[in-house]
């Protein structure tokens, strides 16, 4: 079935479907999208109502994940302290 | 994420190398907890990812005088990290589940879709009933309540070893795909395709509890 065609900024270019772009999400915000994909992506983001709300749970998906790191220790001073001397005594060894 | 400034790569190898006792620190501060995190990924248990960092220090410190810049410092420190800790979970596992067999290019060849083929209408586009619509509240500002993140982890804990170990490393540990590649011998295409379909089982179980 051949695409059907949207113009878009002053060009025509291949429909993508939303099956399509949601799995182009990634490749389009890691930035990998070849220029005439990403123009197609853009397309279909400027038209269609849905798609826009999917990147953007993407988006905020990405932000909650990260905010995992915020909830995770540090290191505990007892490790800290033990590795430390583990550094001292592994260095002066090395220089006997 | 905990971000640390440290001095470039050569500075902080002489410094170990002459026994700098600060640069050791600094560098503990930046890696250590990231390094017990990434080691669970493969042990599932938080004292041997405990003990795999420490015998991963100690080669550190051991080898930095044969360390000859090939790699970054730190894909350098994590890969003897995760080798260490890919032994160690194979030796003391009696029966390794078939997931966890699979490498990282082998998981990612498989056709997995971001989203179930049934979400969408013969014509690709979204069905009436299942199309995506604004959350009830951001992720972010529900964080606090402790419920979302517990929800977050169970879903990453859940997903198969390589997703997992993937979107840990990019998005909770915020690593550079370049550093996910190198530490997990991984292709780039291959790592998008394994971060695609974490982040989208992911914003799944955020859309049925924010939706719902």
Redesign the interface.
């Known amino acids: 079935m051949p695409n059907m065609q949207t113009f878009y900024n002053n060009e025509w270019v291949d429909e993508l479907?939303?099956?399509?772009f949601?799995?182009w999400?990634?490749?389009y915000l890691?930035g990998?999208l070849p220029a005439d994909e990403r123009k197609r992506f853009e397309a279909h983001l400027a038209q269609?109502?849905?798609?826009p709300?999917?990147l953007?749970?993407?988006r905020?998906?990405?932000?909650?994940?990260?905010?995992?790191?915020d909830?995770?220790?540090?290191?505990a001073p007892e490790?800290?302290g033990?590795?430390?001397s583990?550094?001292?005594r592994?260095?002066?060894e090395k220089?006997d | 994420?905990?971000i640390v400034a440290l001095a470039p790569d050569q500075e902080i190898v002489a410094a170990l190398r002459n026994?700098d006792?600060a640069a050791?620190?600094a560098l503990?501060?930046a890696y250590?907890?990231s390094m017990v995190?990434v080691a669970m990924l493969y042990t599932g248990d938080r004292a041997q990812a405990?003990d795999v960092t420490?015998e991963t220090?100690?080669a550190v410190?051991?080898g930095i005088s044969s360390f000859e810049g090939r790699s970054a410092l730190k894909t350098w420190i994590f890969t003897i990290l995760t080798n260490r800790a890919k032994t160690k979970s194979q030796r003391e596992r009696r029966s390794v589940p078939f997931s966890a067999l699979q490498s990282p290019d082998e998981e990612a060849e498989e056709y997995e879709?971001?989203?179930a083929?049934s979400a969408?209408a013969e014509?690709?586009?979204?069905r009436d009933e299942t199309?995506?619509?604004?959350?009830r509240e951001?992720?972010?500002a529900a964080?606090s309540s402790a419920e979302?993140?517990a929800l977050?982890?169970q879903v990453?804990e859940a997903l198969p070893p390589n997703q997992r170990q993937v979107?840990t490393l990019r998005?909770?540990?915020?690593w550079t795909?370049d550093e996910v590649c190198n530490v997990l011998g991984v292709s780039e295409s291959n790592q998008?395709v394994l971060?695609?379909r974490a982040?989208?089982k992911?914003?799944l179980a955020?859309?049925e509890y924010f939706n719902a």
């Open positions: 479907t939303c099956k399509e949601v799995e999400v990634t490749d890691e990998t269609c109502s849905s798609c709300h999917y953007e749970q993407i905020e998906t990405i932000q909650a994940v990260g905010k995992l790191s909830t995770l220790g540090e290191v490790a800290r033990e590795l430390l583990l550094f001292k592994l260095k002066s220089t | 994420m905990a026994g006792e050791f620190a503990l501060d250590h907890a995190r405990e420490q220090w100690v410190v051991k879709p971001a989203v083929p969408f014509d690709g586009w979204w199309h995506p619509q604004a959350w951001s992720p972010e964080f979302v993140g977050l982890k990453i979107i998005d909770v540990e915020g795909s998008r971060l695609h982040r989208a992911v914003r955020l859309d």
